[in-house]
């Protein structure tokens, strides 16, 4: 039940607001002054850019693929001369007793030296000989970087045989080629997204206060055939299972026996017919898509069933949905997901993910949720560092990306599934939702443990004892066991709440909400003039009458009953948590208790156990638990 200080008018007031900085336009007028000095219509330019950095300039720092400025002009030989970012903790990607081999998730291999690099990785140098401007100022410099991407789009029409048209429809081949990509597809995919922003138009406040206007062009007829043109290889179809509207090849994990019993890297299944996927869990790969590939060919390693390029989308399948990856670090998960890999560095904040990425991401698993019966919310679309341990003793080395940088709203605007209120302010449930540009939180450990990492938006709000802001942070006994408080470190989800989860509401004070997380009271700051949370309607579990607490899980295993000759029984291990009488948490889906025992390479051997057992996934921290349906109650909110 709300707390009696929601009948009580606010007393707090919010802070004044600042006037409008000065020079708000600046960038604008630099987009414009490069369009035209190189004869390139300013909608071509601006809708480039916004494909790669949404007009964001990063304080200067590299994309994942060592791309700068708003333009992404790539220097990857400079960029992979940085500090390697503080790597999350390492955790065995298959997950438990499943059968077969276990592997950690290692390190990945050396990076290529920079004269291997592909020329998509270098197209800054490319700019630098075309503008005269050095290197260094192209990297740093916006109006400059500006001035290098309309140089590059310039000289690509000139390559054409191309006259520097003023209008945008005969600029689709040069477009195509600024994304780099080898093949035509990718090209064209790249290109109609490009003209898409320009047709819709797009409006914004960039990462340093600049406001970019691209007005909507309405109905377009661009030169599609101008890409054949780049020469680019036309591969054949892949059979890969992505929606036509992105560019994806297929790039098959091997399946194959190892040294004795052993093999990899993943399972052949027969889902759905075998299981149904109720989930989608959203990885990032923590190195470059050469290595990503690397990894995946390697029957040592573990696998997964989807990368995302960074540059351009690009999409490669791995594994097809129908069998089982070795993705998530937890088998039931595993056997119930598929995994998506998106190439970048959850402790990078301004390794960006560029807006091209967002959205053939968005697109795939759109695809992938309608084709599998999915529903699109943060209940079924996971990031992994929202899946669950499976017993105490994995907690701890579960994996932490995305991470708090993962721009989650965006991200389900993209799918077409925006967050947004569904309630009353007074609900008795919340969904998570701070502005991702103005939340800050302070986070430690992205280049040196205990170091704070730079300022950056995030999706993620902190979690307190109490309401304020100097109560200590809530404690998460799998992740520490001696009972220490939560820290602010870049990996540490002990204390944390992201973009669209959703939780019951515990009480209220003026300013401050706290709702039901890891069995104890979560506060976290939520002003009225500044909201990070909206009301929510759905329905929620509590211990059924009698119960003083009940065990919450990390996988929904079926009874041992259920358990036929020659299958190990699982044992159903708690995890170290219990949800109290008077604590309330949020249903996401309700399942069977289900457990695949693939414990060899014989397909045939492979085996689905079911059970009478239903179970609830909730949200009960950071990460989602699960509970027999027997031990709860579920009663809807109130609006």
Known sequence: MASAALLLPLVSAPPASSAARPGTDALQREFAEAAAEYHVPQSVLLAVSYLQSRWDVHGGAPSVTGGYGPMHLTDAATALAAPSPHAEPGADARGDTGGGGTRPHEAAPPAPSPAALPERLRTLARAAALTGLPAAELRRKTSANLRGGAALLADAQKRLGLPASGSADDWFGAVASYSGASDARAATTFANDVFEVIRAGQERTNDSGQHVVLAASGSLAPRTDQVARLGLTTPPPSGAECPASVSCESVPAPYQKLEGSDYGNHDVADRPSSQKAEFIVVHDTEATWEKTLQLIKDPAYVSWNYTIRSSDG???????????????????????????????????????????????????????????????????????????????????????????????????????????????????????????????????GCEKPGQKCAPHGSGAVRLHTGPGENTPLIKDVGLRPDGSPSTTGVNDTGARASTGQQFAVADRVPGWTAVWYLGQKAWFRDPWWAPVSVGAYGRAVTPREGLKEVPVYGRAYPEKEAYPPGVPVQQLVPLPYRLSAGQAYVVGAEVPGEYLWAGNFDVAAHKVVRGKDLYYEIQFGHRVAFVRAADVVVRPSNR
């Open 314 to 444: 690009h999409i490669a399948q791995h594994v097809p949905t129908k069998d089982v990856a070795w993705h998530a670090g937890n088998w039931y998960v595993n056997s119930k997901s598929v995994g998506i890999e998106h190439e970048g560095f959850l402790a990078r904040p301004d390794a960006w993910y560029t807006e091209e990425m967002y959205r053939t991401s968005a697109r795939l698993v759109r695809h992938l949720a309608d084709r599998l019966g999915i529903p699109l919310d943060r209940q079924h679309i996971l990031g992994h560092d929202n899946v669950p341990g499976t017993t105490p003793s994995s907690v701890k080395g579960m994996h932490t990306d995305p991470g708090p940088y993962w721009d989650w709203a965006h991200y389900f605007e993209l799918m077409g599934r925006p967050f947004h209120p569904t309630a009353s302010p007074f609900s008795g449930l919340i969904t998570i939702l701070p502005d991702y540009e103005d939340n800050e939180p302070v986070y430690t």
